[in-house]
């Protein structure tokens, strides 16, 4: 059964930045694509990034210029490196794998609190 472990979530002030990592327990090659989604308390869960093995690279516009998603290969690791970040970014973020469209396989999730 592939597992997808998330790390990196906590409190941050505002204007601060943090780096959430996936680890897979398999080769991330094995899914076309992979991404992160987030949700807010009283919200659906929304895209925030998500990568393709063809180098296909997509953002919400909310974080566009301020979080960069990327992969490891070598290490079955994906990362949302996070700057700048705000209130509105609090949420649980979870980690997907599977086609560009839709993901089947997920992480529990990270807690991202934004606070002063």
């Known amino acids: 059964q592939v597992q997808l472990v998330e790390s990196g979530g906590g409190l941050v002030q505002p204007g601060g930045s943090l780096r959430l990592s996936c680890v897979v327990s398999?080769?991330?090659?094995?899914?076309?694509?992979m991404g992160w989604y987030r949700q807010a308390p009283g919200k659906q869960r929304e895209l925030v990034a998500r990568?393709?093995?063809?180098?296909?690279?997509e953002y919400a516009d909310s974080v566009k210029d301020r979080f960069t998603i990327s992969r490891d290969s070598a290490k079955n690791t994906m990362y949302l490196q996070m700057n700048s970040l705000n209130s509105e970014d609090t949420a649980v973020y979870y980690c997907?794998?599977?086609?560009?469209?839709?993901?089947?396989?997920w992480g529990q999730g990270t807690q991202v609190t934004v606070s002063s």
């Open positions: 398999v080769s991330i090659y094995r899914f076309s694509s």
């Open positions: 997907g794998a599977g086609s560009w469209d839709e993901f089947g396989s």
């Open positions: 990568i393709s093995n063809g180098g296909s690279i």
